[in-house]
């Protein structure tokens, strides 16, 4: 994978993933409602979740073509779209 593919993923597989989650809540309103459960609360807050921990997946499990050995790279932690190759210890 190139790093701007690792961007595009990055930034709309959480939001598919949360659009996912809410309508598998959309599926069961009637179920969480009966059960006493907020539908809305539901899937604001496990959307949310969702997404970050669709973007933790991203960021931590999926690795770019290093382009100086070809090797595993992936994102150093808060530095946006850089990422450091588990082989050869370049930046990128």
Same mark, same amino acid.
């Given at each position: 994978?190139?790093s701007p593919?690792? !961007?595009?993923? =990055? !930034?709309?597989a959480?939001?598919?993933?949360?659009?996912?989650?809410?309508g %598998?809540?959309?599926?069961? *309103?009637?179920w969480?409602?009966?059960h006493?459960?907020?539908p809305?609360?539901?899937?604001? /807050?496990?959307?949310?979740? !969702?997404?970050?921990?669709? +973007? *933790? %997946?991203?960021?931590?499990? /999926?690795?770019?073509?290093?382009?100086?050995c070809? =090797? +595993?790279?992936?994102?150093?932690?808060?530095r =946006?779209?850089r990422?450091?190759? +588990? /082989?050869?210890?370049?930046?990128h």
């Amino acid at each position: 994978m190139t790093s701007p593919q690792h !961007f595009a993923l =990055g !930034f709309f597989a959480p939001l598919i993933a949360g659009a996912l989650f809410c309508g %598998f809540v959309g599926l069961i *309103w009637e179920w969480l409602e009966g059960h006493s459960i907020q539908p809305l609360v539901t899937m604001l /807050v496990g959307g949310v979740l !969702f997404a970050m921990a669709t +973007r *933790w %997946f991203v960021r931590n499990c /999926v690795s770019v073509a290093c382009p100086f050995c070809g =090797g +595993r790279s992936y994102e150093i932690p808060d530095r =946006g779209n850089r990422f450091m190759c +588990r /082989v050869c210890g370049k930046d990128h």
